[in-house]
């Protein structure tokens, strides 16, 4: 071995119970305490295995060797990021219009933050939550990892609590509206690496605030993981809103757990978009824990290749009169695989509930599948559910129409993908989100 | 006017794979410039499929014969192609594109038949289309709906003669375009069809319809009988009037397939 492998090989640290004692080596007590507690978790949690209705379609073990990830924040998570902003990293963010904030997070560590003075001094807080966790009083020591994405929710959720690295910590006080986005804009380098990061959002009453988190990275040629642990908390009618824009390289895998509550009148709406990575499983689970609370669930991919993406959903409707509407639409091209397992519960009590599931898949070659399981689990009288899944490949009737008018078939079959994802597409954030994902699917179409 | 057809049918045969029996079993047509023809039929005679044909559609094979457009081999080109070289065909069934508005589509369309490199300006567009929609008696608003999603039959054939008016072709080909149009909208569309061919003389129709009704609005230069998968007597004006009077059975007895 030369003299740099060495040196490289010292500075490895794989997934184990010294790196949990490292990443937590200047946390106060009760955090260091709850890393601990969640790595017993996570080795006494057995990996998920496509025996289980959960991970049937998705064989993560095999997908992804996490013996083999060494941690991307190396032997020193405390070492201060010395190196200038990734070019892809800079170009994403230089096509976001305004935002109200925005903060950066390199290989897992918060690298630059940046607030509307004003709005600062309205006392909304955006930090990094590793500087939170030190600093801030009793309310992260009572909300992270305990309500929304607890160690107890999982292998990965409890792999999360015991080694993330840094997050994003973000409160808007009661009463405070935002009218433009805060952005998280994160960027991966190192191949064969894993990244745990999280982020917890806190929405006082009445307040508002939308949060788009933004992931890129190259190309891998070797498994590399970011798992992300997001935990949002819309107190009495707040609103929130938070976009997942996944475009990362080829070897990526993103495995996010997100958890939202919404509260009394609160609206509390999640959008994912994946359209990067080799392997993207989002967990998604919405908690309508008080009356008149909404949740609208947007999501919107499209693979091609052989990327995979698995969500798997969950509308808690705990509070009576609360309303969800979920709609994830996706079209898949090559040997792309999607799947899609949703479940409306409506738990004992919640009466008045108005839940909606649906998922609709568009097909583009032979190899390309698509699963799509949606389910419903009522426990409560005078409720209104509905439920519904497509898979449907390309009408070559609509072809024909519009290659009968002039469009190339390159161009008819962009333009039927586009109409088809439209309807979420024209629900997306303005200011940058639409134009990004126009760019990723036209290119993904060949037509850049 | 210039007496070679622009386009010349000449023994068309054409089916559907799979099925053995020809829909179409030797069609011979010429349209000169500038000139309108009618089809009339019974149902099930292969009007639609010739039209399909004409316009490319995949889903049938022709068998023999053969179809020129102004001298050029319209069979050896894809449906984009013959659209480019001045093909269009109003559809008798319009296509539903859910999340495609009818602006968006004619754009995309039109930019289709620009040189590569070169862009459609924008503006002018815009201007086309609201005068093309004023000349239907269209609301604007139409032009941000869906293509043919969740419009009325009516509005579904409308779209159809919009989408002609803004692509000026110089063969329309006009499946049952009067069918499901109130008399009103009848009037309209045909009035828009006679204004395009003002505006251009050269244009050539081929006009496929079950009721003599619109072509006292459209008038015909030739009205064929197809029955059966062939034109069995081609003729003027007054060949529609005689089968509103007297309808197909004569055809249908002499020429069982
Ligand atoms: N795709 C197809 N597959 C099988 N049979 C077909 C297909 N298209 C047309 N046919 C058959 O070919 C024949 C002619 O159909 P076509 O639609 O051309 O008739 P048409 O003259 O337009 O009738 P109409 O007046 O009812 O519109 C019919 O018997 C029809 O069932
Ligand atoms: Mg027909």
Known sequence: ?448 | MDDTPILAVTGLRARVPGVDLDILKGVDLAIRPGEIHAIMGPNGSGKSTLAKVIAGHPAYEPTDGSIDLRGEDLLEMEPDERAQAGVFMAFQYPVEIPGVSIANFLRTALQARLENGDELDLFDFQELLMERMELLDMDVAFAQRPVNDGFSGGEKKRNEILQMAVLKPSLAVMDETDSGLDIDALKIVSNGVNTLKRENPEMSVLLITHYQRILDHIVPDVVHVMVGGRIVESGGPEVALELEARGYEEYRNVHVA
């Open chain 1, 1 to 448: 071995m030369s003299q740099v492998a060495v040196a490289s090989e010292r500075q490895r640290r794989t997934i184990d119970r010294s790196a949990v004692l490292k990443a937590g080596a200047a946390d106060p007590a009760w955090l260091r305490t709850r890393r601990e507690d969640a790595w017993d978790t996570y080795t006494a949690t057995p990996m998920p295995s496509t025996r289980s209705e959960e991970w049937r379609y998705t064989d993560v073990a095999r997908m992804l060797p996490l013996e083999e990830l060494t941690l991307a924040r190396g032997d020193d998570p405390e070492a201060p990021y010395g190196g200038a902003l990734p070019e892809g990293l800079r170009r994403a963010m230089e096509q976001d219009r305004d935002s109200a904030g925005r903060i950066v997070d390199v290989d897992g560590s918060i690298i630059a933050v940046e607030l509307d003075e004003t709005l600062a001094a309205r006392g909304v807080v955006l930090s990094s939550l590793r500087e939170a966790a030190r600093n801030g009083g009793g309310e992260i020591e009572a909300l992270l990892a305990t309500e929304a994405v607890p160690a107890s929710d999982g292998k990965f959720p409890a792999l999360n609590a015991a080694l993330w690295s840094d997050g994003v910590f973000l409160r808007i006080p009661r009463g405070v509206r935002l009218e433009r986005p805060i952005r998280l804009s994160r960027w991966v380098s190192r191949p064969g690496t894993a990244t745990f990061t999280r982020v917890l959002i806190v929405a006082e009453e009445l307040s508002q605030v939308s949060f788009v988190d933004e992931i890129l990275s190259p190309d891998f040629e070797v498994a590399t993981l970011v798992n992300t642990a997001v935990e949002i908390f819309a107190r009495g009618a707040a609103r929130v809103q938070y976009v997942s824009l996944q475009r990362m390289g080829r070897g990526a895998c993103y495995l996010a757990n997100q958890r939202t509550l919404a509260e009394r009148d609160s609206t509390l709406d999640t959008l994912n978009v994946a359209l990067g990575g080799s392997l993207g499983r989002v967990d998604l689970n919405a908690r309508l824990v008080g009356p008149g609370a909404n949740s609208d669930m947007l999501g919107l991919y499209f693979g091609d290749t052989d990327q995979h993406f698995d969500f798997n959903t969950s509308q808690d409707h705990v509070a009576p009169h609360a309303h969800s509407d979920l709609l994830y639409k996706g079209a898949l091209d090559g040997s792309a695989k999607g799947i899609f397992r949703g479940i409306i519960r409506v738990h004992e009590g919640a009466q008045g509930t108005d839940a909606y599931q649906t998922n609709r898949n568009l097909i583009l070659s032979e190899q390309a599948v698509a699963t799509s399981l949606p389910n419903l689990e009522i426990g409560a009288d005078d409720v209104r559910c509905s439920h519904g899944a497509t898979v449907g490949q390309l009408d070559p009737e609509a072809l024909f129409y519009l290659m009968s008018r002039g469009l190339k078939r390159g161009q008819a079959e962009r333009l039927v993908v586009m109409g088809f994802l439209g309807e979420v597409m024209s629900r997306l954030p303005m200011g940058g989100v639409v134009e990004k994902v126009t760019d990723a699917i036209e290119s993904k179409l060949g037509y850049v």
